[in-house]
């Protein structure tokens, strides 16, 4: 047996993704070029890599437990460890292992009450409802994006068996061939069209029949964000190659190329119809407005990555959130941070604001920010206060996403030790709990918040009801 450097590379970028290191996995993959070997990733099964090392360590500990007679060595209770002299550590350094994610005040899903949409090839990595109608979009590492039409009765088998849907292929019209990775995905605010983009740098407008409408070029490299603005007319995308490109949604024509950044492009984020931010892996954020070829302010503080940003439900502040462990609130009018959030003790993946405060549909309730990070926490933090309020920790591996539901008195988690939880806002308390087959990669409330959808790295989409 042998293992090729296309095989191991193809092993490390599943294990990066498979990690919640995903702009390290696609940066890996665009890097050694492993999305154009020839293998089939539905052929890899999950922890594939970890499993060959696990089988290797049980090799070097058969051989290190036999002597040249062939003759078996006493090491008492002691167990094999990769990085310690010797590779072998005392049996009493174990940590007590991981308690149930389930908590006992919280409710469990049935799994008959849940509605699991199957169809897609490889790992689903993000999920996006239609504002409007019934509607939901999945993007995958199959080289397509669904749109599902779930039906308005509740969830479970014989909504499985009523759901519609349109498999949105993305193919490089030049060689004919498959486009790699759907990295990301989001409707306009009327619900009728909807835009992707895929890991071949193009990103695609659809409508909501799932044909193909236009085809945005410009990128040379991963698109691994996008943003319609309010009114729809403008679409906003981040690549890899270190820019940001403003396109016009109604001829397709890029309006505006922003190439401000030193290394890739993670997020971007409007603030308004013709201003929006972006944060990219060289630690700088940007204020950009259309027209203008510098941009209109730029944030420094974080000193690792910075993965994700958000501007509030009124565009005043923005939120990010970065490999230094930090989450930090900014305003533009000053170059400081208002708020710097220091208690996560991992990298934090992504953050949300809560739909309430003053100028929203919640006006009476106060301004939350949420940070999932990679400690396995969620912790909830409130803007007027400036200080930790809860602190979410019944997962127990790293958190990929949180979205609150349309009200802002439920925040949905979503983990890879396999659990999605809801949580009530008032009290922190754990108020449902579903656990899938797999890590979850994205969750997301409908707009009328009694559904919440799941993607999963096993390939399904996962759609339950929420009712108080």
């Known amino acids: ?15 990066l993704l498979e990690s919640g290191y995903t702009h390290t996995a696609f940066s890996f993959a665009n890097e050694s070029l492993v999305t154009k070997a020839n293998i089939n990733g539905a052929d ?8 060959f090392v696990q089988k290797g360590m049980m090799y070097v500990e058969i051989e290190q437990h036999i002597d040249d007679n062939g003759e078996e060595i006493d090491t008492g209770d002691d167990k094999m460890s990769l990085l310690l002299p010797g590779h072998v550590r005392d049996g009493n350094d174990d940590k007590e292992e991981a308690g149930d994610a389930m908590d006992q005040d919280g409710v469990e899903i049935e799994p008959s009450k849940v509605t699991n949409l199957s169809g897609h090839e490889n790992e689903v990595f ?11 979009a999945s993007g995958s590492g199959d080289s397509s994006a669904r749109i599902w039409h ?54 695609r407008i659809w409508n909501e029949q799932g044909k193909l409408v236009m085809t945005l070029s410009r990128h040379k490299g991963p698109v691994f964000s996008l943003k319609w603005n309010r009114t729809g007319s403008l679409l906003l995308t981040g690549s890899v190659d270190k820019t940001a490109v403003v396109w016009d949604t109604k001829t397709g024509d890029v309006m505006q190329q922003f190439q401000f950044h ?20 060289d630690k700088v954020i940007y204020v950009c407005k259309i027209g203008e070829e510098k941009p209109v ?17 009124t565009g005043t502040m923005l939120a990010s959130c970065s490999d230094d462990y930090t989450a930090k609130v900014w305003s533009v009018k000053q170059d400081e941070p208002l708020h710097d959030f220091r208690l996560h003790t991992k990298e934090i993946y992504t953050i949300k604001w809560s739909p309430t405060g003053p100028g929203t549909k919640n006006p009476n309730k106060p301004l939350l920010l949420a940070t999932a990070s990679f400690d396995s926490l969620v912790k909830l933090w409130d803007m007027e206060k400036g200080e930790c309020i809860f602190t979410l920790a019944k997962h127990t591996e790293p958190v990929y996403s949180v979205a609150f539901n349309p009200t802002g008195d439920l925040v949905a988690t979503g983990s890879f030790d396999k659990c999605l939880h809801v949580w009530n806002v008032k009290d922190g308390s754990l108020v449902r709990s579903l656990r899938g087959g797999s890590g979850i990669f994205e969750v997301a409330w409908n707009s009328t918040g009694d559904k919440v959808a799941a993607s999963f790295f096993n390939k399904v989409v996962t759609v339950m009801d929420f009712k108080m």
């Not at 498999?167 to 990775?181: F, I, T």
């Not at 409007?270 to 944060?279: E, K």
Request: glycine share 6%.
């Open 1 to 15: 047996m042998s293992l090729t450097s296309d095989e191991l590379n193809y092993l490390v970028y599943r294990y």
């Open 44 to 51: 890899v099964p999950p922890g594939s890599l970890i499993s």
């Open 126 to 136: 993000t999920v996006a409802w239609n504002p409007v109608k019934s509607l939901l």
């Open 150 to 203: 779930i039906p308005a009765g509740e969830s479970g088998a014989e909504a499985e068996r009523n759901t519609q849907w349109h498999v949105l292929e993305h193919v490089n019209a030049a060689s004919n061939e498959k486009a790699k990775d759907v990295t990301t995905l989001d409707w306009n605010a009327d619900g009728t069209l909807l835009a992707t983009g895929s890991y071949d740098g193009q990103a």
């Open 262 to 281: 030193s290394a890739p492009t993670l997020d971007v984020d409007w603030r308004n119809s013709n201003s929006f931010a972006t944060c990219s892996t």
């Open 297 to 313: 302010k730029e944030f420094r503080g974080h000193t690792d990555e910075v993965n994700a940003i958000k501007w509030d439900p």
